[in-house]
């Protein structure tokens, strides 16, 4: 509930902030030959919007979870990498040894939440949210993080930066009037979600983004099965498991794949699973708020991060309580 307040802070943040133009001076002038985005879970997740900005821009961008990256790849940390490090606590066990393995090889943008944390301070260019403290699951660190990444996105892009935080100013109106029926959208989504056994969120370019964050944020703050990926490679088998108590959100996204969004709705809902569209055409508490592009795949995680009350509701639990996890990883 109070994520209206935390994009608010960080919208602010970001337009008082000289690290991006300082981002954008260093990539003029350093011809950089590969671009590394880096992260864990909902941080990784989030990442794939940016990617496909930076590819559309001339980039090759190579995402690689942290672990992975310390573990497999660590030839990529070379003097001619960018490497865009996210971390919402900047502290976890993988972001603390990445940083002691770069040994300012690479040079570090690193996006965090902690201004006292490891990344902050060794990243060359911290680029930091303001999202307040968060004990339990990320929902507000998420939102601010991809608000951030959108920013990155224009400089590195050569897009319009002071356009781009003119497109994500009303993000916490949007917040705020969405979250203001709150208990409405979850008593629909308690009858949607009854009887249901597995959840699974997918979509395309973006949005896979929120597939694959909402379908985390769920199994960790409800202990609920469920699974996020692309909708192409729901086709690739998990379409042959569609039975009774499946549940399958597809979010529309964007215009070039949203008829093949709607078609595999329509195709899951000839099955005796339930499926729904999650757009701003969307039926009931599936319609998302009208918004620019660039705030899409922030407005999305609101109807997953609803269900996780719902579900958990129905479970007779409590969402976001930790049972064996905690906030901030400490093995890599």
């Not at 902050?120 to 949210?129: C, E, G, I, Q, V």
């Not at 993080?145 to 959108?150: D, G």
């Not at 949607?192 to 694959?212: N, P, W, Y």
Request: net charge neutral; with cysteine.
């Amino acid at each position: 509930m109070n994520q209206p307040e935390a994009l608010a802070a960080t919208w602010n943040a970001l337009r008082g902030a000289d690290v991006l133009d300082r981002i954008g001076r260093e990539c003029a002038r350093t011809r950089f030959e590969r671009v590394v985005l880096t992260g864990m879970g909902g941080s990784f997740f989030g990442l794939h919007p940016l990617a496909i900005e930076l590819a559309r821009s001339g980039w090759t961008p190579m995402m690689v979870e942290t672990s992975e990256l310390i573990h497999y790849y660590p030839e990529l940390l070379r003097s001619s990498t960018l490497m865009i490090a996210v971390s919402q606590s900047g502290k976890s066990a993988e972001t603390v040894r990445l940083l002691e393995m770069n040994a300012r090889r690479a040079t570090v943008i690193g996006v965090t939440n902690w201004a006292d944390s490891p990344l902050a301070r060794d990243a060359d260019f911290p680029l930091m949210t303001a999202a307040g403290d968060e004990y339990t699951v990320s929902c507000k660190t998420y939102v601010t993080a991809q608000m951030a990444l959108r920013m990155l996105g224009a400089v590195l892009s050569g897009a319009d930066a002071s356009a781009r935080l003119h497109e994500m100013e009303p993000a916490s109106e949007v917040f705020r009037e969405y979250l203001s029926g709150w208990k409405k959208h979850v008593d629909a989504l308690c009858q949607m979600l009854r009887g249901v056994r597995d959840v699974f969120l997918v979509g395309r370019g973006e949005s896979v983004a929120t597939a694959q964050t909402g379908a985390l944020t769920i199994k960790e703050s409800t202990h609920f099965h469920a699974e996020g990926m692309s909708s192409a490679a729901f086709r690739h088998g998990p379409f042959e498991m569609l039975k009774e108590r499946i549940f399958v959100g597809v979010f529309a996204g964007d215009a070039k794949t949203r008829d093949l969004n709607e078609r595999l709705v329509r195709d899951v809902s000839g099955t005796a699973a339930k499926a729904v569209l999650f757009g701003e055409d969307g039926d009931g508490v599936c319609r998302l708020p009208k918004v620019p592009r660039a705030l899409r795949t922030v407005v999305e995680i609101l109807p997953v991060q609803m269900m996780t009350l719902a579900l958990a509701a129905l479970a007779g639990r409590e969402a976001g309580k930790f049972e064996r996890a905690t906030k901030v990883t400490a093995v890599e």
